[in-house]
């Protein structure tokens, strides 16, 4: 029997492509902005500035990739980012505790993560629809508690830190986004939660036969998923100075964006963080670049449709040659 | 090739020398099949013996790798369904390929033209008149708005069967027609084909049921492992012989000896019942394999489901070694070390994109890690490889992925998940299905090894071969209940089919 003859078959320019394509492209963005703009692009500010400006999606980016690496969907992303950042000001304004604001503001992520896994995992609705209808919700609260308008007074001012500070040349949201991408990498890759989140994207079923339970590792994706998102409407918010009921909406988008980016990394077709990383620099290299281009940021949102679906069909010639 | 009688005339449909093979598994090796025009023409054989592949090369949904095929004395090819449409032919499938969502109309219709009114738009009324019309003519009346999934099993059948009537075919291949039809249903159905064959239309008919067959078919085809054994006026046989031909007189295959007697009962089982079916009772004792035979949809795959936890009983208790054990979810019945090695091994039993290592490991996660949490991945990798290595796996590495084994690899990794466990009963479903010849006498040795290690084993096998080579007793299973158990002494395949087919008296 040819028992390796599959594996072993697939080595060729095609699988290099794959394997690296997301990375050369990337390398080949940054090229590209170096050569048109070389005073610009390519200097330690403006690449400390791309980071500094990635940090709360990458956050919102890699906790939402658990629940994707389950082929789970989270639609709720941003709209939990907004209300965790209200919920944020209005606790610290209410005691004048920063702390106790962030810590507030951070369970309300989780609550909201665990009740949409609730849903999906117990309930099962399909998770696109239930964060759909989740979102919708969590976004009508987040209007409620503001009454639609943005909140900034009284907000203390060492909230300011989190968002805009910096420890020596390091911002501050930058250390909380390196903190929070390793733990999502040491969660997914070397726990046993992770391993199960990989086998039931894999085949829930045969993951269920393996006496594993499955409903409980789903629901704590989700849970994960909303504690990230609040954590990133928090250093939203401490950036903004204040609290708009829907500063996060642009999270949700860009998130899936970043992790379907990362899918197509190193490993086919399969969600990790490490990708998303790389996802979430994409996105963060395109649209710095094309600014500094002067490029219209309508027209940048259309190229960055565009560079999006390039990507997937790249890692999806991949996916039709193996059926 | 034997005791064949050729039809007067230039047969309707003639295949010869069909070959096809499905990832290094041989399904049909050279089977050949020749229809007469107006004739009832039955085809039987074991389960796997071939037929469901012959009928889905005649659909054009499965592509052969060789035949030569004559339609009307014609060369022909067929390389989907719009060919198979056009040469004449017509199916009921065994999946009935109903859209759930639409009512009869629709798919009575489906994929012909609907009738069109004004603007081109659909002509509601004009389709619904010609379904129940078609409806009508097999005598049968069915709600006609209802959505196709909300149907019972028999309407669901008769909307298929009104599907492939309508079609002006020369042929109607029937695929288990009477599966989940009554008895009145299967009068009607009986009445059609009368009127098709005198009409003269052929009908390739196959199913189970032998009585069947000696009422409806003037002819029958044999096939045994991928092959046509014999064609014959089916007066000029009986059930018995025709239980023969299907067996066939090789036992080539050889099985390992048993390392060890059964000893003390480990479970028994008292009117277990599951959605469908009847209760079911028997003991299982350590170290003896029970082997389950019975026809496919006779509840074999549903009972090691219940037993296993991957299903809940709805009635009925268990005592594993004098302990009540009620499994919820495989999880319960895994802690209790009742472990099942499921029918489908790529859709139930393995995570086909990830590496081996973690198949292995995914059941035994809890020990291979620090404090619960951390995978311990030294620990991983020894024990994956201790077990890979106790069931001879062959791969590349244990970083390969389960998808890319072959088929008897991949049922080498899924037992060697639960080596790493202190096994009680271990289930096994069709634990040689898709398996090749080298590879099955491996998995057969790993069966006896883990029986000789105290487990209680059942087999469910729609191979009888296997089952009567390795089984120390055999329960015969038929519509969901147990039909006889059988000590395997002196025990043959015919007469454990003859219990499959309800006819173990005779």
Known sequence: MDDIAIGKGRKGAGDLLRKWGTLGGFAALCIVFSCLRPDVFPSMGNIRNIIDQAATLAIAAAAVTMVMSTGDFDLSVGAIASLAGVVTVKVMVATGSIALGMLSGALVG?????????????????????????????????????????LFASIPEGFRTLGQGTLGPVPVAVIVMAVVVAAV????????????????????????????????????????????????????????????PQAGSPLMLNAAAAVFLGATAFREGEPHVGGTLLGVLILGVLGNGMNILGVNSYVQQVLSGAIIILAVLVSGLGGRKRS | MEGRTEPSGTPVLEIEGLVKSFGGVRALKGASLSLARGEVHALVGENGAGKSTLIKVMA????????????????????????????????????????????????????????????????????????????????????????????????QAMTAIARAFTCDASIYVMDEPTASLTDVEIERLFAVISRLKAAGKTI?????????????????????????????????????????????RSLGDSFPPPLSAPGATVLSVEALARARGKPVSFELRSGEILGVAGLAGSGRSSLLKAMGGATRATGGSMLLRGRPFAPRKPRDAIRAGVVLVPEERRDQGLVLGRPIAENIALPNLARLSRLGVFLDRRAERAKAGEAAASV????????????????????????????????????????????????????????????????????????????????????????????????????DQETVLRHCYGEGSK
């Not at chain 1, 040491?186 to 085949?203: H, P, S």
């Not at chain 2, 796996?393 to 991949?410: D, Y």
């Not at chain 2, 084993?457 to 071969?465: E, Q």
Request: charged letters at 20%.
């Open chain 1, 185 to 244: 990498w040491v969660a997914m890759e070397r726990t046993v939660f992770g391993r199960k989140l990989y086998a039931i994207g894999g085949n829930a079923e045969a993951t269920r036969l393996s006496g594993i339970d499955v409903r409980l590792v789903r629901l704590g994706g989700f849970a994960i998923s909303g504690l990230g998102a609040a954590l990133a409407g928090i250093v939203l918010t401490s950036r903004l100075f204040s609290a708009h």
């Open chain 2, 204 to 248: 390739l008919y196959v199913s189970h049921r032998l009585d069947e067959i000696f009422s409806i078919c003037d002819r029958v085809t044999v096939m045994r492992d991928g092959e046509t054994v014999t064609n014959m006026a089916v007066r000029d046989t009986d059930p018995a012989s025709l239980i023969r031909h299907m067996i066939g």
């Open chain 2, 392 to 491: 001879r796996l062959k791969a590349a590495s244990l970083a390969q992925k389960a998808g890319q084994l072959s088929g008897g690899n991949q049922q080498k990794v899924v037992f060697a998940k639960w080596l790493l466990d202190d096994v009680q009963v271990l289930l096994l479903d069709e634990p040689s299905r898709g398996v090749d010849v080298g590879a099955r006498y491996e998995i057969y040795r790993i069966v006896r090894e883990m029986a000789a290690k105290g487990a209680g084993i059942v087999l469910a096998s729609s191979d009888l071969t296997e089952v009567l080579g390795l089984a120390d007793r055999v329960m015969v299973m038929r519509d969901g209940g147990v039909e006889a158990i059988l000590e395997n002494r002196g025990l």
């Open chain 1, 110 to 150: 989780l609550a909201l993560g665990a009740f949409n896994g609730l849903l999906v995992a117990y309930g099962n609705l399909s998770a696109f629809v239930a964060t759909l209808a989740t979102m919708t919700a969590i976004g009508g609260l987040s209007l409620l508690a503001t009454g639609g308008s943005t």
């Open chain 2, 60 to 155: 054009g949904i499965v592509r052969p790798d060789a035949m030569t095929l004559k339609v009307d004395g014609r060369a022909a090819a067929i390389g989907s369904g719009a060919d198979a449409e056009r040469l004449g032919l017509s199916f009921i499938h065994q999946e009935l390929n109903l859209v759930p969502y639409f009512g009869v109309a629709e798919n009575v219709f489906l994929g012909k033209p609907y009738p069109r009114g004004a603007f081109g738009l659909i002509d509601r009324r004009e389709l619904d008149k010609r379904a129940s019309a078609a409806l009508a003519e097999l005598g049968v009346s069915v709600p006609m708005k209802v959505p196709a999934a909300r149907l019972s099993r028999g309407e």
